[in-house]
């Protein structure tokens, strides 16, 4: 329940900074729906954390807790070049992802961190993007602005644990669906940004895409997170997908060898070279789209050993294919 833990500090954390009075813990206690003996427990945490939470006035639990305006103050003493062209570079490199939930506060930051520095080092600094530059991944283009708001608030109501309701469209039934779900976790990931909730009508965990989130409104009515994610949601796949994993066992061509070889494609995979160069993978993943269309975008240098079923898909799928493009392609003379 390490997870659960994080996210109530960080509500705590978050409530104290709001608060320019401060915060009993009684009021802490109410917020994250805990007893006041574990939210004095998160205060130590967060105090041996490093954060500067500190209490003042009235007695015992009536003291209103709050946090020092610049908790991070000592840290200008201990950031080397190294550490700010680190900091400098992450915001390019975060903001490449679709709808970033928090890219205002990251540039706000980064502002900040630039201000402290002398010019020679901002000049410097201007001149790393071209060492390290970063291209955004396919993500939901068009009215981005507004993915980022609705990202943003999906962050809050998974933080706040806040029942959401929402007009979703569905890819696979290619229609709209009002749903009503429990937000656990945003997951980054692909160049999009997916929302992982429990949903109630159907009794399990589901994935949903923010950029097909048509309509959201987030309730007062809170949940307890009674169930439990693991710490990588889509560890058994290649994409966004939650599913068991099968053994996969796959066969490339001589010539993409190098090209296969040279990545990680997931954690469990091994890969032998047979005599003639052609390349044999395998890897413990869940048989789902993202799988099937990474083998597609081989096309003939690869083919799938095990499962059957798999290889079955995949030939079926290359067939209506070839159909397709036979009879959109005029045949040449003589053909």
Request: glycine share 6%; hydrophobic share 40%; net charge neutral.
């Amino acid at each position: 329940m390490r997870n659960a833990e994080v996210i109530r500090q960080w509500q705590i954390l978050r409530e104290i900074e709001s608060s320019r009075t401060g915060v009993t813990i009684h009021d802490l206690a109410d917020l994250v729906d805990v007893t006041t003996r574990t939210i004095r427990r998160d205060l130590q945490a967060l105090q041996e954390a490093g954060f500067s939470l500190f209490d003042e006035g009235g007695e015992h639990d009536t003291k209103r807790w709050k946090l020092n305006a610049h908790p991070f103050r000592s840290l200008e003493a201990g950031l080397g070049v190294a550490d700010v062209a680190a900091l400098y570079l992450s915001r390019s490199i975060v903001e490449a992802l679709s709808a970033w939930p928090l890219a205002d506060e990251l540039r706000t930051a980064l502002a900040k961190l630039e201000g402290a520095l002398n010019p020679r080092m901002r000049d410097f600094l201007a001149t790393l993007p071209q060492v390290l530059s970063t291209k955004a991944a396919p993500g939901a283009g068009g009215a981005r602005r507004e993915s980022v708001d609705v990202t943003r608030r999906l962050f809050e109501a998974v933080q706040d644990r806040r029942v959401i309701v929402m007009r979703y469209f569905s890819a696979a039934s290619q229609r709209a669906k009002s749903y009503s779900v429990e937000p656990y976790r945003l997951a980054l990931t692909q160049g999009g940004v997916y929302l992982v909730a429990w949903v109630p009508q159907y009794d399990q965990f589901r994935t949903f895409a923010v950029e097909r989130i048509e309509k959201l409104s987030v309730q007062e009515t809170t949940f307890r997170r009674t169930r439990t994610l693991p710490a990588d949601v889509f560890g058994s796949s290649l994409g966004v997908f939650s599913a068991e994993p099968e053994h996969i066992e796959i066969e490339f061509a001589a010539r993409v060898a190098p090209y296969v070889q040279g990545r990680t494609w997931h954690d469990s995979q091994s890969v032998s070279v047979d005599t003639d160069g052609r390349v044999r993978l395998t890897m413990e993943v869940s048989n789902d789209w993202a799988l099937r269309s990474w083998l597609l975008g081989f096309g003939a240098d690869v083919r799938v050993i095990a499962p059957a079923s798999l290889a079955r898909t995949l030939r079926d799928e290359l067939r209506r294919a070839a159909d397709q493009y036979a009879r959109s392609i005029p045949q040449s003379p003589g053909a």
